[in-house]
């Protein structure tokens, strides 16, 4: 099994500039989360998603925007790159909401 | 504000010796507290803890939780090098399908 894959693993944008990272679960897993880590920090959660269709904000939205319109995919946009969001930007799924995650291999973002 | 501290923020130990790790937390009804390690990539699943005063167990790793006092203890015994890793906390907000984490405790296990 694949279990939560991200992409890319590393990239580099220039201030001002749009990507999408990708997420993808095959666990059939009805929640998803984004999260970043920076330096030296814990995880702080971005978004997250209760099932396809309905996506709500962690404790760091700004800057950020997700879709969940299938239960596999769950894509972080990130308009208007700011260097505020170089980090370390991981994925994760689980079945239940109070259950374990699994994590994907994470994104290194860097904005320059 | 929901919080979760962990202590302390970094360790260095030999092979063979035992460590505790603290896990301590502002978040009142609670249902579960997870423990996840992280060595250089994706946090890897340790423990989850629902009740209190159970420990779970997994080989030289151990963890309790005692939720009168808001706090859970990670206990690594005969530490490893492997052991080396920054170990995360995590406590569900109630009424949220949500996660906080701590800002994690960084280990490292010297041969």
């Known amino acids: 099994n694949a279990g939560v894959t991200q ?22 897993h009805n929640y998803m989360y984004w999260y970043r880590q920076d330096p030296g920090m814990g995880l702080k959660l971005i978004y997250y998603s209760v099932g396809a269709g309905i996506t709500d904000k962690g404790e ?3 800057g950020y925007n997700v879709s969940r319109s299938t239960t596999e995919d769950f894509p972080l946009r ?10 370390v930007y991981f994925c994760a799924s689980s079945f239940g909401g109070t259950t374990e995650a699994f994590f994907g291999q994470g994104t290194r973002l860097t904005v320059v | 504000e929901d919080k979760v501290v962990q202590s302390p923020l970094s360790l260095v130990v030999h092979e063979g010796d035992t460590v505790t790790l603290n896990c ?27 009740s209190s005063g159970i420990e779970k167990k997994s080989g030289r790793l151990s963890s309790i939780l005692d939720k ?19 170990y995360l906390c995590a406590v569900d ?19």
């Open chain 2, 93 to 111: 907000l109630p009424g949220t399908y949500k996660y906080i984490f701590g800002t994690g405790t960084r280990l490292k296990v010297l041969a």
């Open chain 2, 68 to 86: 009168k006092e808001l706090f859970s203890i990670l206990n690594i015994t005969a530490t490893q090098t492997g052991d080396s890793a920054i």
């Open chain 1, 60 to 62: 760091v939205p700004n």
């Open chain 2, 24 to 50: 301590s937390y502002e978040v009142t009804n609670f249902r579960s507290l997870l423990w996840y390690k992280q060595e250089k990539k994706a946090p890897t699943f340790l423990f989850m803890l629902t």
């Open chain 1, 7 to 28: 992409t890319p693993k590393f990239r580099i944008l220039k201030i001002g500039q749009s990507m999408t990272l990708q997420c993808t679960q095959d666990m059939n």
């Open chain 1, 78 to 87: 990130l308009e208007l790159a700011a260097p505020s969001q170089t980090s």
